[in-house]
């Protein structure tokens, strides 16, 4: 018994839609690489790793220069303006001089992290708070990381350059802060903050 064949496109229709599915999703490959471009400031676990790091950076160094004393004495180390600074307040990385230069050079400076340093305190008027700079190096990305500590600062504390004034006698004149008042011993309790992100 003899069974004719008719021909058949169905293989043919198999194929054009392979091809065709195949060219729709390279397409769309290549539109979603293009649409998400990733830059160095994507948030990614990367990103996230540096900004924990500099975290953990930024509050070491308080603790570390606190315990020290080093923190206290780069507050103290101002006479009309921070010593050594050329718009009261330091661009970039203090002199090899000041008690905070090593530290954060260590911890930030070569990490090629910049940093801010900034100073929280009570106001003259009694009302809210004040800040002066210590360290502008710029304005913080968005995945900037923070750290603060608090420091005391007491009447009997001497400052300037070579530690020529005492906060009591000087300190309404010459310091940034004013004294809290009702008290002969604790001048103010100032409030130090640092800001980091990746350059």
């Known amino acids: 018994m003899f069974v004719e064949h008719l021909p058949d496109d169905r293989g043919q229709a198999h194929t054009l839609e392979a091809f065709t599915a195949a060219l729709l999703l390279v397409t769309g490959l290549i539109f979603a690489t293009q649409a998400t471009a990733v830059t160095p400031l994507s948030a990614s676990?990367?990103?996230?790793?540096?900004?924990?790091?500099?975290?953990?950076?930024?509050?070491?160094?308080?603790?570390?220069?606190?315990?020290?004393?080093?923190?206290?004495?780069?507050?103290?180390?101002?006479?009309?303006?921070?010593?050594?600074?050329?718009?009261?307040?330091?661009?970039?990385?203090?002199?090899?001089?000041?008690?905070?230069?090593?530290?954060?050079?260590?911890?930030?400076?070569?990490?090629?992290?910049?940093?801010?340093?900034?100073?929280?305190?009570?106001?003259?008027?009694?009302?809210?708070?004040?800040?002066?700079?210590?360290?502008?190096?710029?304005?913080?990305?968005?995945?900037?990381?923070?750290?603060?500590?608090q420091v005391a600062l007491y009447g009997d504390d001497r400052f300037g350059a070579g530690g020529e004034y005492t906060l009591a006698e000087n300190g309404s004149r010459r310091y940034f802060a004013a004294p809290v008042g009702g008290g002969d011993t604790l001048y103010t309790v100032a409030e130090v903050r640092i800001t980091a992100w990746q350059m």
């Open 45 to 149: 676990t990367s990103n996230q790793h540096v900004e924990n790091q500099a975290a953990i950076a930024a509050q070491d160094v308080l603790t570390t220069t606190e315990a020290s004393g080093d923190l206290k004495s780069a507050l103290l180390y101002y006479d009309d303006g921070f010593v050594g600074a050329e718009n009261r307040y330091y661009t970039g990385l203090p002199n090899a001089s000041h008690p905070l230069h090593d530290p954060l050079r260590e911890a930030f400076d070569a990490r090629r992290i910049a940093f801010d340093v900034d100073v929280y305190y009570p106001a003259a008027d009694g009302d809210g708070v004040d800040r002066t700079r210590l360290i502008d190096m710029g304005t913080p990305s968005d995945n900037a990381a923070t750290a603060s500590t």
